[in-house]
């Protein structure tokens, strides 16, 4: 029998009486009962939590980066005289190309279970997001943030599936090429209620 | 005795409560770990300008051949060869180098710029052109030769129709910007005015 302890010490002796010990008797008993109901209630276990992370692949195109592949400009302007030398014309009024390129609902991981009213939800960490290519040293691609975006269930497959968003940055990136995550490590905790 | 039945009814009610409540839910966590890749493409941006136009100058000399002489002059209209007549050999060249012939180089700075993504980093910037310019409807021309380009600010001893440039990412501000070089002759050109011929600049990923 479990008593909660603040209820003993609010029990006076000048209001200790037949009638009022029985009431506390009776709370008492009432409370102990309830915490002994709880127990017999089944607990609705989730199965066990195995996350399959999920490879992710992004190929960018030339779209990506805001730019067509030839900029023209309308005129370079310059003058010169019969002996010829350096002309400095108009300057080229360069447009800038997009480095920050996000990517959205990207499959990250998947979760089995056969019940389909989980409350799942997933944080994203990085280490070293910092992907390279092979042949350079200098020329990388960092990831710079990765966020839930939805989780979905299949009733066919009895799966969730979790998704985010990336962005991934090129500021640093000089050449062609696949990068991948060596050294690289995004974990997915997921939580499942 | 009220007050029992109060605390028998609140009990009541708590196990209604109770009953009613959804069955505590147990909380799960799980790790996954996702290997990432990204396939960045070929990618090559020449920025370049339509039209170039070059104003040249215009120049004048004049050159001192000293006396020029006739005796016995006649008395009615004649015409004669005076001492110091000005002959081919004579004539004086010209102080300018355009104008006695000799090809003058002209360096059109910073026309061109390239950058983006290669296996290698760079690409590969030519330039091809006719070998004249010409003004409509006349013989009069420009020659042209040792069209060429060259990276802003190399040594004039890189250029050429065809370099390496490296491209340094997709941002301007890491942007290879170039120069086209040519060599003008004015030894077929008569006529002031406007000459007109189309280059080409064509910047390949390698």
Same mark, same amino acid.
């Given at each position: 029998?479990?008593?909660?302890?603040?209820?003993?010490?609010?029990?006076?002796?000048?209001?200790?009486?037949?009638?009022?010990?029985?009431?506390?008797?009776?709370?008492?008993?009432?409370?102990? &009962?309830?915490?002994?109901?709880?127990?017999?209630?089944?607990?609705?276990?989730?199965?066990?939590?195995?996350?399959?992370?999920?490879?992710?692949?992004?190929?960018?195109?030339?779209?990506? &980066?805001?730019?067509?592949?030839?900029?023209?400009? $309308?005129?370079?302007?310059?003058?010169?005289?019969?002996?010829?030398?350096?002309?400095?014309? *108009?300057? /080229?009024?360069?447009?800038?190309?997009?480095?920050?390129?996000?990517?959205?609902?990207?499959?990250? &991981?998947?979760? #089995?279970?056969?019940? $389909?009213?989980?409350? =799942?939800? #997933?944080?994203?960490?990085? *280490?070293?997001?910092?992907?390279?290519?092979?042949?350079?040293?200098?020329?990388?691609? *960092?990831?710079?943030?990765?966020?839930?975006?939805?989780?979905?269930? $299949?009733?066919?497959?009895?799966?969730?599936?979790?998704? #985010?968003?990336?962005?991934?940055?090129?500021?640093?990136?000089?050449?062609?090429?696949?990068?991948?995550?060596?050294?690289?490590?995004?974990?997915?905790?997921?939580?499942? /209620? | 005795?009220?007050?029992?039945?109060?605390?028998?009814?609140?009990? #009541?009610?708590?196990?209604?409560?109770?009953?009613?409540?959804?069955?505590?839910?147990?909380?799960?966590?799980?790790?996954?770990?996702?290997?990432?890749?990204?396939?960045?493409?070929?990618?090559?941006?020449?920025?370049?300008?339509?039209?170039?136009?070059?104003?040249?100058?215009?120049?004048?000399?004049?050159?001192?051949?000293?006396?020029?002489?006739?005796?016995?002059?006649?008395?009615?209209?004649?015409?004669?060869?005076?001492?110091?007549?000005?002959?081919?050999?004579?004539?004086?060249?010209?102080?300018?180098?355009?104008?006695?012939?000799?090809?003058?180089?002209?360096?059109?700075?910073?026309?061109?710029?390239?950058?983006? &993504? $290669?296996?290698?980093?760079?690409?590969?910037?030519?330039?091809?052109?006719?070998?004249?310019?010409?003004?409509?409807?006349?013989?009069? =021309?420009?020659?042209?030769?040792?069209?060429? =380009?060259?990276?802003?600010?190399?040594?004039?001893?890189?250029?050429?129709?065809? /370099?390496?440039?490296?491209?340094?990412?997709?941002?301007?501000?890491?942007?290879?910007?170039?120069?086209?070089?040519?060599?003008?002759?004015?030894?077929?050109?008569?006529?002031?005015?406007?000459?007109?011929?189309?280059?080409?600049?064509?910047? =390949?990923?390698?």
């Amino acid at each position: 029998m479990k008593t909660p302890p603040s209820q003993n010490c609010h029990i006076q002796p000048d209001h200790v009486n037949p009638l009022g010990l029985t009431a506390w008797i009776t709370l008492a008993g009432i409370i102990s &009962f309830v915490t002994l109901a709880l127990q017999f209630i089944p607990v609705q276990q989730a199965s066990a939590a195995t996350i399959s992370g999920k490879s992710v692949s992004i190929t960018l195109t030339a779209a990506d &980066f805001g730019l067509t592949s030839t900029q023209p400009h $309308s005129s370079y302007d310059g003058s010169t005289t019969l002996s010829g030398g350096d002309i400095s014309g *108009t300057s /080229i009024a360069m447009t800038e190309g997009t480095t920050s390129i996000t990517r959205k609902d990207l499959l990250f &991981f998947t979760y #089995a279970d056969t019940k $389909s009213n989980r409350n =799942v939800s #997933a944080t994203y960490s990085l *280490t070293r997001p910092k992907l390279t290519v092979s042949g350079s040293t200098t020329s990388y691609v *960092t990831i710079s943030n990765v966020t839930q975006s939805k989780v979905t269930y $299949s009733s066919s497959s009895k799966t969730y599936s979790g998704y #985010a968003n990336m962005t991934i940055d090129l500021s640093n990136t000089s050449r062609s090429g696949s990068y991948s995550t060596t050294g690289t490590t995004i974990t997915i905790n997921v939580t499942i /209620i | 005795m009220n007050k029992t039945l109060r605390n028998i009814a609140f009990g #009541a009610a708590l196990l209604v409560t109770v009953a009613q409540s959804p069955a505590r839910a147990a909380t799960q966590t799980g790790t996954g770990t996702s290997v990432v890749t990204i396939v960045v493409p070929d990618v090559i941006i020449l920025d370049y300008f339509t039209s170039i136009n070059i104003g040249i100058a215009g120049q004048s000399e004049s050159k001192d051949h000293g006396v020029y002489a006739q005796s016995n002059i006649g008395g009615g209209d004649q015409s004669f060869n005076g001492t110091g007549a000005l002959t081919t050999g004579t004539l004086a060249d010209a102080s300018t180098a355009a104008l006695n012939g000799s090809d003058i180089t002209l360096n059109m700075k910073n026309v061109w710029a390239v950058r983006g &993504f $290669s296996t290698s980093g760079k690409a590969t910037v030519s330039v091809t052109g006719p070998s004249s310019l010409t003004k409509a409807a006349t013989s009069s =021309v420009i020659g042209i030769s040792k069209l060429q =380009v060259m990276v802003d600010g190399a040594q004039a001893s890189s250029a050429s129709n065809s /370099i390496s440039a490296d491209l340094g990412g997709i941002q301007k501000a890491t942007a290879t910007k170039g120069d086209v070089l040519m060599n003008l002759n004015f030894a077929n050109t008569s006529l002031s005015g406007n000459y007109s011929g189309s280059i080409t600049i064509t910047a =390949v990923t390698m």
